[in-house]
């Protein structure tokens, strides 16, 4: 691939912000109630006048529910990008190996055991982070006994197996506690409707370490795409490396979880899009991911919140309509060398 001008990237990266821009001011003033640019500004600077529904609605719900829709979209294409480089492969989504689903787990065994998300450190995001990192585990062994990297064929099997296996054991926990059936389930489908300050302020700092953790693997996730042996020759510690960027990648899927429950796909789109135009340098391609992650989960909640007001439809369900065009799209495309950087 040839090199990225440095003048299209920063183009891109001018572009997804400007998307993030728009999309910030369509979720503040779209919705069941709509807030003209006048209103919010009175309410902004405190003019006078009666604004008190609108400030409610601007500072207790729609910006909390921005900021939240931010960080899991970030949260979930660094986690992808990180996952791919992980596998050596372009298809390796949380989602899509089974990382969402065995967050879901634990998150699940939290929610009947009468936990919720309210603080940094809470049982249902420890729960969350268990789960993704007992799949991560499971579909590494599996697919390292077929290759390295292994063939795609083996990852997407692995993957789905223990999405199986995981949703399984979730199921058997909803027949045990039918009482928590529908929190459960909303919950799974993913959605943003229960974001609040406290919401915010539980899954930040979390992602936040998740991030730093990532971004400070740049160079090894890099040279571990030249493979394993080339990488132990340039010093890296390989086994190490793969363990923190297993634990950065795998707390920032579980932190999303644990929130708002899964969005799928989310983690596949935004990094392959982007590498598409930045090429494999995660310099790069990490800065953009997060900025596409946080536009994809953005306007699929203002679609979701939007499109049959004052109803609401799941996110979840908005990004698997889109995602899953999008990954066959890539499956009928690259057929049986899908995926790989080789």
Known sequence: MKKFAAWKYFLLMAIL??????????ALFFGSVRISPSDFFA?????????????????????????????VG???????AAFQGFFRNSLADPYVIGVSSGASLGAALA????????SVVSVLSLASFAG????VFFVFLISRASGNPPPVTVLLLAGTAMSSFFSALLSLILVLHDQDLHRVYFWLLGSLSSASRQTVSGI???SIVSWLIICLCIRPLDLLLQGEDTAESLGVDVKKTRIIIAVGASLAAAASVAAVGIIGFVGLIAPHSVRMMTGPAHAKLLPASALMGANLVLWADIIARTVIAPMEIPIGIISSLVGLPFFLYLMIRRGRSLGTFT
């Open 74 to 80: 970030t949260s979930l294409a660094l986690s992808g």
């Open 43 to 71: 309410v902004v600077f405190n003019a006078a006048g009666d604004y008190q529904t609108q400030r409610l609605i601007i500072f207790e719900i729609r910006l909390p529910r921005i900021i939240l829709a931010l960080i």
């Open 204 to 206: 930040l700092p979390i």
């Open 17 to 26: 912000v400007l998307m993030l821009f728009l999309g910030i001011c369509s």
């Open 111 to 118: 929610i009947v055991g009468g936990f919720s998300f309210v």
């Open 132 to 135: 993704a990192l007992l799949a």
